[in-house]
């Protein structure tokens, strides 16, 4: 079975950092890309940033996470991170990974491309 497990979420200070992790276990396939999504208490599932999976080279983001989001991939470990920099009090979330196809629109970062999703890891910033 597909599982998508995220870690490293937990308390942190306003501008400080912090990089979750998502580890990628039981697909069958290749051609499908990570993306993370977070949604705080009372908002939508927002996405963020998503990677190709296949080349670990095309990437996407959102224009609000641009430049203090970094996306990457670890292939040998089958892990994606995400390196969150500079980080503000309306960063705080449950952030999330998920799985989409890559011959879908997963670059739009919208929830209904994406199948397969983790339990969540959340991320407080305290001012």
């Known amino acids: 079975d597909v599982q998508l497990v995220e870690s490293g979420g937990g308390l942190v200070q306003a501008g400080g950092s912090v990089r979750l992790s998502c580890a990628e276990s039981g697909f069958t396939f290749t051609d499908y890309a990570i993306g993370w999504f977070r949604q705080a208490p009372g908002k939508k599932r927002e996405g963020l940033a998503c990677?190709?999976?296949?080349?670990?080279?095309?990437?996407f983001y959102a224009e609000s996470v641009k430049g203090r989001f970094t996306i990457s991939r670890d292939s040998a470990n089958n892990t994606v991170y995400l390196q969150m920099t500079s980080l503000k009090p309306e960063d705080t979330a449950v952030y999330y990974c998920a799985a989409a196809s890559i011959y879908g629109d997963y670059g739009r970062l919208i929830r209904s491309d994406y199948d397969f999703w983790g339990q969540g890891t959340q991320v407080t910033v305290s001012s």
């Open positions: 990677i190709n999976r296949s080349d670990g080279i095309t990437t």
